[in-house]
């Protein structure tokens, strides 16, 4: 059996050479057809390089009978209806799925460069199922030749979405996805340059997801849950192409208490004194900040506040009191960042 590359590299001989054929759909993208430079021997197509390309790649067309004068050279993309070209006429001509930009001409070499991707894309994609093969057409002085190229999907980033907040701007410790097309399943993700470990990638041709958890720690240990930035999120697919777009997101994780209790209701101060024991307070929750206050009430009229004594954005922590250090009474623990309380929870000591 003939590999994919081994048919393709057939066709190329197939479509070389060929002279004076007809072009359907009318006009062309570059310059005229006059000019004969050289070329009465006629076109031959070598090589295309890459041999998959993405439709926004360069795209280098080596051979033969090619005029050094750009403007002489007319390539159209296109498809071929029987044996005949027919190019991409569809829609406004500014957005022609044909027109190309040749980036540099000489006698044996073309690069060139579609001016309009996107069209260029859903043409090549259009009928489902099938290959997704387009074909180029070089022109100069009096002969021709066309030559197939089989197109990736065009890499496109278009949205974000969170998960894990009210908010629509997503923020570290947030599962977050990203829609668009053209992902491989073994794509690179990263923001700001910090790879995204175990994304989630659906690579559907037309509508493809990347889902990830952002580390909570992404942005580094920031402390305000208000500030916003642009970030660079950028996917890299296993052949080298890249794209990126820049998404607004915030710089530090929500904090949030889910649990706060107590070891015990009821403590006796002359049990713990004798054992050695301590008052333990339990705390569980997401992100807690080194800038919460820790704050003990009781009903004796003690008030104090202290530093909640954690770093590193750390999802639990356990607080003691030592007894000796407490009246008999009722106690309330809570655990602030400004005026906001997070969480409470209560103990009574007795002698």
């Not at 500014?94 to 190309?100: I, P, Q, R, T």
């Not at 001409?105 to 099938?130: C, E, M, R």
């Not at 990126?244 to 002359?270: C, G, Q, R, V």
């Amino acid at each position: 059996m003939k590999t994919f590359f081994a048919v393709l590299a057939a066709a190329i001989t197939t479509f070389s050479c060929q002279k004076n054929t007809p072009a359907t759909g009318g006009g062309n993208n570059n310059g005229g057809n006059g000019g004969s430079g050289g070329n009465n021997k006629g076109i031959t197509i070598s090589s295309i390089s890459p041999l998959n390309p993405y439709p926004d790649d360069e795209i280098t067309l080596n051979g033969t009978g090619f005029n050094s004068d750009a403007t002489k050279d007319t390539i159209e993309f296109g498809r071929l209806v029987g044996s005949a070209f027919g190019a991409w006429h569809d829609g406004n001509p500014d957005e022609y799925a044909s027109l190309v930009q040749i980036k540099s001409a000489s006698t044996t070499q073309l690069v060139i460069k579609a001016v309009n991707p996107f069209p260029l894309d859903y043409n090549s994609f259009i009928t489902v199922g099938a290959p997704s093969i387009a074909v180029v057409r070089i022109k100069t002085g009096g002969s021709s030749a066309i030559v197939p190229i089989p197109f990736k999907r065009l890499m496109l980033i278009g949205w974000d979405k969170t998960f894990d907040n009210l908010s629509s701007i997503p923020r570290p410790n947030d599962s977050l996805q990203i829609g668009g097309k053209g992902f491989s399943k073994h794509a690179t993700v990263t923001i700001e340059g910090v790879v995204l470990e175990n994304p989630t990638i659906d690579s559907t041709a037309d509508n493809a997801t990347i889902g990830f958890h952002l580390p909570k720690t992404l942005f580094g240990n920031v402390l305000d849950e208000t500030l916003q930035e642009l970030k660079t999120v950028r996917v890299t697919n296993p052949d080298g192409k890249s794209e990126e777009k820049d998404f607004t997101f915030y710089l530090s994780p929500l904090m949030h208490i889910d649990d706060m209790h107590a070891e015990n209701k009821t403590y006796s101060k002359a049990g713990l004194g004798g054992s050695g024991g301590v008052i333990r307070i339990f705390v569980k929750g997401r992100c807690l900040k080194e800038d919460a206050i820790l704050k003990v009430v009781s009903n004796t009229g003690m008030n104090t506040q202290s530093s909640l004594g954690i770093s590193g954005l750390q999802d639990s922590t356990m607080i003691e009191f030592s007894p000796g250090a407490l009246n008999t009474g009722s106690y309330t623990i809570s655990i602030l960042r400004g005026s906001v309380a997070y969480g409470a929870c209560g103990f009574t000591l007795t002698n």
